[in-house]
């Protein structure tokens, strides 16, 4: 019932910036915790950057300093801030939000970083 859109994926070159979105379709309450996942061809899905009212924000090692992620619960949206980025960076990047104890998933966007 719950729909993830999420948006902002595209091709970029080395060292530009992209930022992605997911809203919900409607609005949510008992939200605790939103993300964004990344999954590359032939790799595992990886969690990117979480944010939680009780944990705060987590990034993985390799996109520390260079993505940042946000919220706005008004709107039940969560952002990803993408700077400098790397042609590793490419992948399907997954939105996910924790809904009354229940994982709910963005359907994914290409972010694909080349010259």
């Known amino acids: 019932q719950v729909q993830l859109v999420e948006s902002g994926g595209g091709l970029v070159q080395p060292g530009g910036s992209l930022r992605l979105s997911c809203a919900a379709s409607a609005t949510i309450l008992g939200i605790s915790t939103m993300g964004w996942y990344r999954q590359a061809p032939g790799k595992q899905r990886e969690l990117v950057a979480r944010i939680s009212s009780g944990s705060g924000t987590k990034y993985v090692d390799s996109v520390k300093g260079r993505f940042t992620i946000s919220s706005d619960s008004a709107k039940n949206t969560v952002y990803l801030q993408m700077n400098s980025l790397k042609p590793e960076d490419t992948a399907v990047y997954y939105c996910?939000?924790?809904?009354?104890?229940?994982?709910?998933w963005g359907q994914g966007t290409q972010v694909t970083v080349s010259s």
């Open positions: 996910n939000m924790v809904i009354w104890g229940r994982d709910y």
